[in-house]
């Protein structure tokens, strides 16, 4: 018997990686690289820089300024080129497509010109408001960013949901006061408590008579 969870609100907020954009093999061509070149462990690297802006992530590795610059440039450019290795989300196009275009944005952790570049590489409507990196002071698990977004559509973010995967992003939108939804299997105290669906398949939107969005869990 499937069980169905409604939620009702006047925004919605998608991280990109991992909810709208399967990037994995993105993360861990940049990773890899950058593990291999300072002699890390990239399964480490990978899972610290999982839902992180990636200057955070090289700055934890790096203390020289010149290099931390380098790799920057160098993950900024494969960001921006890397297009075969991304893909849609399942649902991602179908669930933005039916959502007023004015009641969504992205906030991510990655630089925002090429998150815009990656999300219409897979197909998916760029959003008109969207948060990247270079917008906020302190990325993710720093509310910052959820709020700018909320406040970039106009509304509080009480009346938005954030869908999110990671650990990070979750305490993020929790942090900014959205409700927030889980896409996908990762598991953390955080992630672990909050409704979840396995990909956007499992989500449909329907605006109701007084302008609100009724989001459909199942």
């Not at 203390?63 to 399942?90: C, M, N, P, T, Y």
């Not at 990247?132 to 720093?142: F, L, M, R, S, W």
């Not at 509080?156 to 927030?180: I, R």
């Amino acid at each position: 018997m499937t069980t169905e969870t409604r939620l009702q609100v006047k925004g919605v907020l998608f991280d990109m990686d991992g909810t709208l954009v399967d990037s994995n093999a993105l993360v861990d061509v940049i990773w890899n690289e950058f593990s291999d070149a300072h002699g890390l462990d990239s399964t480490e690297v990978r899972a610290y820089a999982h839902g992180r802006p990636s200057r955070a992530t090289v700055a934890t590795y790096l203390d020289d300024e010149a290099q931390i610059a380098h790799w920057i440039d160098r993950i900024h450019h494969l960001e921006g080129s890397l297009f075969d290795a991304v893909k849609e989300i399942a649902g991602a196009r179908a669930l933005v497509a039916s959502l007023p275009s004015e009641r969504w944005a992205v906030v991510t952790s990655a630089i925002r010109e090429p998150a815009r570049a990656r999300i219409g590489a897979v197909g998916i409507q760029v959003p008109d408001v969207l948060i990247g990196a270079d917008d906020v002071t302190h990325g993710k698990p720093d509310p910052e960013g959820y709020r700018a977004g909320a406040a970039a559509l106009g509304l509080d973010p009480a009346d938005c949901v954030v869908f999110e995967d990671t650990d990070a992003g979750a305490k993020a939108g929790l942090a900014a006061g959205c409700a927030v939804v889980v896409v996908g299997a990762g598991h953390s105290d955080t992630l672990d408590t909050l409704p979840r669906v396995p990909d956007l398949t499992h989500v449909s939107a329907t605006v109701d008579a007084h302008s609100g969005i009724v989001l459909t869990l199942t």
